[in-house]
């Protein structure tokens, strides 16, 4: 065995799930890079070398022609820590190689006999620097070595740009995992009642999901708090001090541009085109959560560490226009803009329907109306009031009755 982790944590479906993204990369004798928020490779990559079942379900009858060995960097690792791993994956697979002295010549014997050698380089971000990506693209391209970089850092944002040209290899593949859900997070409640020995309330575990949302290393830390203070009350469980702590440790995995745009987001700020890059990133890793056009924390916790400042602009209806504070907009919207603004202005917060909407701008001109003119308007609005500093949301879709004007 190369781990102690045991029993699988998380649903087996979401394992084998991510085993075979993994996996199917070495299959094509391919590297790539994936990419995790979650940051739990550190346990899933060993569970998963010691299951020679699901290896071999993925990887078919010939799983034994691969050479799967992992290496967790520390910022004092070396290249020679690499090679070093992957020789004594070897040993431990009681090869018989002949007795060559050269690396080099190993690896030559090895792709004869058509073995498949995959390294898999947790924390790969330690070694995102030339020298090292250099020996890792030449191995790639003279040893045939498939590497798969874990990293919770999105080493494919332009701030790493400079290195793709350098390492081609490492860029082949590029995965995203998404934070967990309510499924593997109720198996991961599982595991941690049987490994504390204790049973959790039902009201409890669906409180820190809602709080922790699908982070383990939050969740794990809430559950420990109430294994050790049993009598504490949920609020107490959801707010002590070390949890908190992680929570801050958690966020300060993004990197800083991805902070201030996530900051953007949660105060329905404007962002730039580069914002907007580092935003669908955060989607693709399932930091938030989208639902009726407007976004929030995938993990809640974290609005206790962030500084998310409340609106203090409103769009409101004066006797000589429509005012954004205390600034006159209205020279800035088109004659319909202005006319379905004011309309919405004045029935706030409440579903108007289409028909109501189409009516108050054509009414004199019916044939005008089209469910697409009106798409085309709203979407034009929406526009213009987020490029005056304002969400997009601020105009509700309600799918099959109408809008809701949330200014």
């Known amino acids: ?10 649903t087996l479906s979401s394992f084998e799930s991510k085993a075979k993204s993994w996996l199917n990369i070495a299959k094509y004798s391919e590297s790539g890079l994936i990419i995790n928020f979650e940051d739990d490779h550190h ?27 992992y290496f967790e960097l520390t910022p004092n690792s070396t290249f ?7 020789l004594k994956e070897i040993i431990h697979r009681k090869i018989k190689i002949p007795s060559f002295r050269k690396l080099e010549d190993i690896m ?10 995959v390294l898999f380089i947790l924390r790969i971000d330690l070694f995102f620097n030339n020298n090292s990506l250099y020996k890792i693209q030449d191995f790639f391209r003279i040893y045939k070595i ?55 309330p039902v009201l409890l575990k669906k409180e820190i999901f809602k709080t922790c949302g699908g982070n383990l290393w939050l969740v794990k830390q809430a559950v420990r708090y109430f294994r050790n203070n049993p009598n504490s009350g949920i609020h107490e469980v959801l707010s002590h001090n070390e949890l908190l702590e992680k929570a801050a440790l958690v966020w300060e995995r993004l990197l800083p541009d991805e902070k201030r745009t996530a900051i953007k987001i ?37 609005s206790k560490v ?14 000589d226009g429509i005012y954004l504070g205390n600034r006159i907009i209205s020279d800035e919207l088109t004659q319909q803009e202005e006319k379905i603004l004011k309309y919405f202005i004045e029935n706030k917060n409440k579903v108007i329907s289409r028909y109501h909407l189409g009516d108050r701008i054509w009414k004199n001109n019916e044939d005008a109306y089209s469910d697409w ?6 979407f034009r609005l929406r526009e213009k009031l987020y490029s005056l500093g304002l969400s997009k949301n601020i105009i509700k879709t309600k799918k099959g009755v109408g809008y809701v004007f949330k200014g």
């Open 146 to 200: 498939s590497f798969i970089g874990f990293s919770h850092i999105n080493l494919a944002s332009r701030q790493f740009k400079q290195f793709k040209s350098i390492c081609s290899a490492l860029f082949q593949n590029i995965i995203y995992e998404k934070l967990y859900d309510y499924k593997d997070i109720e198996a991961f409640f599982n595991y941690l009642e049987e490994l504390f020995r204790i049973k959790l």
């Open 1 to 10: 065995m190369r781990s102690d982790i045991g029993k699988i944590a998380i």
């Open 80 to 86: 020679d820590d690499l090679k070093n791993s992957v």
């Open 306 to 319: 962030v500084d998310i400042k409340p609106k203090t602009h409103f769009v409101n209806l004066r006797n």
């Open 266 to 302: 949660l105060n329905e700020e404007p962002l730039t085109d580069d914002e907007k890059v580092n935003f669908e990133y955060l989607i693709k890793i399932g930091f938030f959560i989208e639902k009726d056009r407007e976004y929030t924390l995938a993990i809640p916790l974290l």
């Open 373 to 378: 003119a009106l798409d085309r308007l709203i």
């Open 108 to 117: 030559n014997w090895l792709d004869k006999k058509n073995y498949k050698v």
């Open 43 to 69: 346990f899933l990559v060993p569970q998963l070398l010691d299951n020679i079942q699901i290896v071999k379900k993925i990887l078919g009858n010939d799983y034994e022609s691969y050479i799967l060995s």
